[in-house]
């Protein structure tokens, strides 16, 4: 009985794909259960961007995207450190710091995250502005991808930290398995007729949301087409 039950939850629970441009997920206050699980499309990683729009006021730590395997916690990490214009990315627990990264409070930004898992570089990009590249893990991101939008994974799907949460919005969320181009990076930045991503598509967005999310109408460029 208690199987059957569990197994319902799943179906219900089981995404389906959704077209959010012009939407974006607001994060309204810290907690540590809000959070939006994406389902990515592939595994075994050699190489990972990830990118995406978000706002914040927060000063403390927090987390952007956090995808975590059975191989490790910190399979691909986007984490914001408490020290002013200091980020961090891991690669299957590798960490790679940048500093000196635009991160003023209520402002949009556009950032891209890189990792090349042959020549181990990771790349973090804002505004269509490169950080210098950093060290990261060499091999393949392989185990099955859990992802996490809101909180910061200390264990696959779990063990989240209020502290380390997210707090305002997000949109645009892209993931591909290949480094972006300079040129195609400037395009997401842009968003000019970038190529969506092919394993997290935002037009294309299977999503699980929890606790206090919720989808909203995005303001990034003032007004979009067919939004009053
Ligand atoms: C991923 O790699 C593992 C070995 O690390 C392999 O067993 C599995 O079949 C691969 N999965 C896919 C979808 O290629």
Not at 19 to 44: H, W, Y
Not at 74 to 96: Q, Y
Request: charged letters at 15%; proline letters at 4%.
């Amino acid at each position: 009985m208690k199987l059957f039950i569990i197994s319902l939850i799943f179906t219900a629970c089981y995404a389906v794909p959704m077209d959010l441009s012009s939407k974006m997920f607001v994060f309204p206050e810290e907690s540590a259960t809000a959070r939006v699980q994406l389902l990515p499309t592939g595994t075994n990683f050699t190489s990972v961007t990830v990118c995406l729009r978000f706002i914040t006021d927060l000063t403390r730590t927090y987390s952007l995207f956090s995808m975590a395997s059975r191989a490790n916690n910190n399979d691909f990490l986007i984490f914001k450190l408490s020290a002013p214009g200091r980020f961090e990315m891991r690669t299957r627990g590798e960490r790679a710091i940048f500093d000196g990264i635009p991160s003023e409070q209520n402002t949009w930004y556009s950032m891209c995250g890189t990792w090349d898992g042959n020549s181990r570089l990771v790349q973090l990009w804002t505004n269509g502005s490169p950080s210098t590249k950093k060290v990261g893990f060499q091999g393949t991101l392989d185990r099955e991808p859990f992802i996490v939008l809101g909180q910061e994974q200390d264990s696959v799907g779990g063990k989240f930290d209020a502290g380390q949460s997210f707090v305002g919005m997000i949109t645009d969320v892209h993931m591909y398995n290949y480094v972006l181009s300079p040129c195609e990076i400037q395009a997401f930045t842009n968003d000019l007729n970038f190529t969506p991503g092919n394993v997290i598509n935002w037009r294309a967005l299977e999503f699980i949301s929890t606790g206090t999310v919720v989808l909203d109408n995005s303001q990034m460029n003032g007004c979009y087409r067919g939004q009053s």
